[in-house]
């Protein structure tokens, strides 16, 4: 079920009533199942993989704030630059900004961790 998310996570109505109903097999049981291999809940995880990748397109695109959270599915900006801002710890554009003085090669590749030569100008 990973890997279902992970292909369909742009899609705003993604559920796991709708993938529990496309599997023939009951909410609470795929739940259980998906929490027990995962030890995260369908929501947390589809939540965690949508906002990896909106953090990967504050990165690499100069799209808004709100056409990525649109991108990855979250049409509520309010609710996804909170969750962003709780993960992240700055809302995406502060985000955005911050990694841009740091390198976004950096921030996308090594765990935030400064790597030698990059991003030692704020252009």
Same mark, same amino acid.
């Given at each position: 079920?990973?890997?279902? %998310?992970?292909?369909?996570?742009?899609?705003?109505?993604?559920?796991?009533?709708? $993938?529990?109903?496309?599997?023939?097999?009951?909410?609470?049981?795929?739940?259980?199942?998906?929490?027990?291999?995962?030890?995260?809940?369908?929501?947390?995880?589809?939540?965690?993989?949508?906002?990896?990748?909106?953090?990967?397109?504050?990165?690499?695109?100069?799209?808004?704030?709100?056409?990525?959270?649109?991108? $990855?599915?979250?049409?509520? %900006?309010?609710?996804?630059?909170?969750?962003?801002?709780?993960?992240?710890?700055?809302?995406?554009?502060?985000?955005?900004?911050?990694?841009? %003085?740091?390198?976004?090669?950096?921030?996308?590749?090594?765990?935030?961790?400064?790597?030698?030569? %990059?991003?030692?100008?704020?252009?």
């Amino acid at each position: 079920m990973q890997y279902y %998310i992970r292909d369909h996570y742009p899609e705003p109505n993604l559920s796991l009533e709708l $993938v529990s109903n496309s599997a023939g097999l009951s909410s609470s049981y795929l739940g259980k199942l998906f929490k027990g291999s995962t030890g995260q809940s369908f929501s947390e995880y589809l939540n965690h993989t949508r906002l990896e990748m909106a953090r990967e397109l504050l990165l690499t695109t100069k799209d808004t704030a709100a056409k990525i959270s649109e991108t $990855v599915g979250m049409y509520n %900006i309010t609710y996804f630059s909170t969750l962003f801002k709780k993960k992240y710890g700055a809302s995406p554009s502060a985000y955005r900004e911050q990694a841009s %003085i740091r390198g976004v090669e950096d921030d996308l590749f090594n765990g935030n961790q400064k790597s030698e030569g %990059i991003g030692d100008n704020a252009d």
